[in-house]
């Protein structure tokens, strides 16, 4: 069974692409480059939808620019459950993913990203790093919310996280992490 591919459609002669890295329209509340979208579900929708199915994969066939989006997500939202524990409440949770979205991290194409065979970024143009590095900053932020309202939501309470999206902090897509 093949993996499961975005279903966004990215054109690179009209779409915002910085490299083969597509900056999609985004519903956010975060300041950031993103368009907003004219739609109710987004890549990040689309990134919460397929993680735990794709988590399963180790290998995984680039089809269009948008699939890469969806892969540094499904990287993302497992380096955010990787830092939630079974007993973090929800308002801990907002304080750790807050400052796992906002921490430094490496850019694709940049030394010690771990798939830069997969981005081809143009690191030498300032202008387009500094951008697709606000991108995905806001991209960061805003996933790691949503993430929040949907391991938190299956609990009656919302005091502890679902045991259920926990148990993929093991599973490594693609046998990589941020």
């Not at 300041?31 to 907003?36: D, W």
């Not at 540094?72 to 796992?100: M, P, Q, R, W």
């Not at 143009?125 to 919310?145: G, V, W």
């Amino acid at each position: 069974m093949p993996a499961y591919h975005s279903t966004f459609p990215v054109d690179p002669n009209t779409d915002r692409m910085v490299g083969n890295f597509a900056l999609l329209p985004l519903n956010t509340k975060f300041r950031g480059p993103a368009y907003p979208s004219n739609s109710d579900y987004d890549i990040i929708d689309e990134c919460l939808d397929l993680f735990r199915a794709n988590s399963f994969f180790k290998n995984f066939e680039i089809k269009s620019p948008a699939d890469r989006v969806l892969i540094y997500g499904i990287l993302f939202i497992n380096d955010c459950l990787a830092h939630l524990k079974i007993t973090t409440s929800f308002n801990e949770a907002v304080k750790v993913l807050t400052n796992v979205a906002l921490d430094n991290f490496t850019l694709p194409g940049t030394p010690g990203f771990p798939l830069n065979n997969v981005y081809q970024v143009p690191v030498q143009d300032h202008n387009s790093m500094d951008l697709l590095k606000t991108y995905i900053q806001q991209f960061r932020q805003e996933l790691a919310m949503r993430l929040l309202e949907r391991v938190y939501s299956s609990t009656d309470s919302k005091e502890y996280p679902s045991k259920f999206w926990l148990a993929f902090t093991r599973r490594r897509f693609m046998n990589k992490s941020l």
